[in-house]
């Protein structure tokens, strides 16, 4: 019935009366079991291979799609609940990842109300319908708690990100609720942004905890203003349904009015200004420009955050952030592409521009399109009254309408990185004069220790392509290049007679040798401006992962990152190096050697990096 990898046998699933398919890496369905294909009402070779929103028997809303994409891409357990159509209420629905794709187990919930076809709930979120709500409430037995809730600014949130992103917007609110509620709650969407909840006792305060809860797990789309508000009061036997609505709502427009009289103003303005408050606290340049980002990404509501800037024709990528955070863009840092597309339109119009149908753009680049880009907006920053960068925002797999209230946010952030590109520059060229020095030095101590010549700028750019595959920030690559530079300067303290001995060391001598880490941390201690990073790699690059190496015996992520990326290094290049004592090896047998010794001299995780920078053509 499939093609499922060999490792997994499915055959229980074939007797399981649960809904059960799995899907590979590209969301094509690769095994259905019977109970599925019977519910369905459909053959297999109507769903196998086809994508999870085709081969369904009614296509699940985006942000469902977006669910099992971003489990793909994680390979990380999820579980959420959705409306079934042809389970005639809710489901909840399991992801497990298998193979760089998921198995997806898909059961009835029983919590609902006894009127549970489709016509009963509200098709976006799930949620009872008003009317439903109104025959269910007459079986509920009193007392009970009846809460009424508004979601904040709705209206603000559509400005920003689109009505598609104000209807994920109110899905996303809803889930979470009915994700705190216990099974005999009732919950309805009352109006477009309004929704009642019905809980059996008297504890009011128990219901407004676990509200207050749930709009805590929806990320705030403006500072200072809580997910919805809220009316909470009791419904006693014996009193109508009416009364308790109106204490309600009168409870929820009091704490409206204090929200508008505490948060007054434009609430787009307002979070630009809480977003530029906070880069201002910020110092590193680089981590000015992530913050910005990071914040945009989730703020517009996006899949991808990149800034790229650009030498003469070619364009590279300087800074991302993806959610979920995905290894995969890692690769796009290392590459370096003639201006195209969207990206030329940039340059020639000085402006910003979009397309919320990228894939049927002249200019789009096919890479993009077909790791499933679907909407993009892209603004430039400038340095000193020239172009100088760009900010790229993305969505996978869905598409997203780009509003103008987006685009404004979008060029404020880049007005606001204008200084951080500059401050940037300049530290640039510092760190180019310090590099320099520093790469100067690391060549007097080749010579003295009679190094194959070229070991310290093999290792440095080694240790740049590895961080890079690691995902290591700019700021964090610059210290790993430094330490790389001046990883032996303690071999100026070692007697010749030691450091140029043809034979072997004795136990006394080794122990001599072994110092140049200590020492050599002392001696670059006392250098100003070294960061703690390159200290640490002067001090920690021989440690070993199982804990055996020295000067402390550090073991596992106790040794510091840049000390295990640049042990791998040093190693790798030492091996294929020509020394007195030793003939070089070949390339691919030194790889060999350092795959062997991942998890007892290396990090597993650096070894894999090295592995993918070695085959890349290191």
């Known amino acids: 019935m499939s093609d499922v990898a060999p490792l997994l046998d499915t055959r229980a699933f074939d007797y399981l009366e649960d809904v059960v398919y799995i899907l590979n890496a590209e969301r094509r369905f690769i095994y259905v079991n019977p109970f599925a294909l019977h519910t369905w009402k459909l053959q297999a070779h109507e769903v196998l291979g086809k994508l999870l929103e085709d081969g369904l028997p009614a296509r699940p809303p985006q942000d469902v799609i977006d669910l099992y994409q971003r489990a793909i891409l994680s390979q990380e357990r999820q579980e959420f609940e959705t409306f079934g159509h042809r389970h005639r209420g809710r489901v909840g629905i399991i992801l497990y990842p298998h193979g760089g794709g998921v198995i997806a187990h898909v059961r009835r919930l ?3 109300s006894p009127a549970s076809d489709a016509a009963a709930h509200d098709a976006l979120t799930g949620c009872l319908t008003r009317q439903s709500f109104m025959t269910a409430r007459q079986n509920m037995v009193l007392p009970a708690v009846l809460a009424l809730i508004d979601l904040n600014r709705l209206k603000a949130v559509n400005a920003l990100r689109g009505h598609s992103g104000g209807d994920q917007y109110i899905r996303q609110v809803a889930q979470a609720i009915l994700e705190q509620l216990p099974p005999e709650a009732l919950m309805a ?3 477009g942004d309004e929704f009642v909840v019905l809980l059996p006792g008297d504890d009011t305060a128990a219901l407004t905890r676990l509200l ?5 797990q929806v990320p705030h789309s403006f500072p200072g203003v809580p997910t919805f508000g809220m009316g909470v009061t009791n419904w006693p036997a014996g009193t ?52 910005a980002i990071d914040k945009l990404l989730h703020l517009l509501d996006f899949d991808l955050a990149l800034c790229t800037t650009w030498e003469q024709d070619t364009q590279y990528i ?16 290392q590459r370096r592409e003639p201006l195209s597309g969207l990206t030329r339109e940039v340059r020639r119009t000085q402006q910003t521009v979009w397309s919320t149908d990228y894939a049927s753009d002249p200019g789009a680049r096919p890479a993009l399109v077909k790791l ?5 907006v892209l603004t430039p920053v400038r340095t000193q009254g020239q172009i100088s960068a760009m900010i790229s925002l993305m969505t996978l797999n869905r598409w997203q309408t780009i509003t103008p209230h987006m685009r404004k946010i979008l060029e404020l952030t880049a007005l606001r990185l204008e200084h951080a590109l500059e401050l940037r520059r300049v530290v640039h060229e510092v760190r180019s004069t310090l590099a320099t020095g520093l790469l100067t030095l690391g060549l007097v101590l080749e010579a003295r220790d009679l190094e ?7 290792t440095a750019q080694l240790a740049t392509q590895i961080g890079l595959s690691l995902g290591l920030r700019s700021s964090e690559l610059h210290h790993l290049q430094e330490g790389a530079y001046l990883h032996d300067v303690g071999k100026l303290v070692i007697p010749d007679a030691i450091l140029h001995k043809p034979g072997s060391l004795t136990a006394e001598e080794w122990n001599v040798m072994q110092t140049h880490t200590t020492r050599g941390w002392e001696l670059a201690s006392r250098l100003p401006g070294l960061s703690e990073p390159v200290l640490k790699v002067i001090r920690h690059h021989h440690e070993r992962w199982d804990g055996s190496g020295y000067p402390d015996r550090l073991m596992g992520e106790d040794i510091p990152l840049e000390a295990r990326i640049f042990a791998v290094c040093d190693v790798y290049d030492a091996l294929i190096s020509t020394r007195p004592y030793k003939d070089a090896w070949d390339p691919l047998e030194a790889m060999q050697e350092i795959q062997r010794q991942a998890g007892r001299h290396f990090d597993p995780q650096v070894v894999e990096a090295f592995l993918t920078v070695f085959q890349q053509g290191a």
């Open 318 to 333: 300087t800074h991302f952030a993806s959610k979920p955070a995905d290894a995969k863009w890692k690769a796009l840092l």
């Open 110 to 112: 029983r919590r609902d």
């Open 240 to 291: 109508p349904y009416e009364r308790a609505f109106a204490l309600a709502d009168e409870r929820l427009q009091e704490q409206k009015a204090r929200l508008n009289d505490a948060v007054p103003g434009d609430w787009e303005a307002l979070a630009f200004v809480e977003f530029s408050r906070h880069l201002e606290t910020l110092h590193d340049p680089n981590d000015i420009i992530q913050h």
């Open 212 to 216: 207050t809860e749930a709009g805590e």
């Open 372 to 376: 499933g880009v679907k909407s993009a």
């Open 189 to 191: 969407r009352w109006g």
């Open 452 to 458: 194959t010549h070229g070991h310290t700028g093999r």
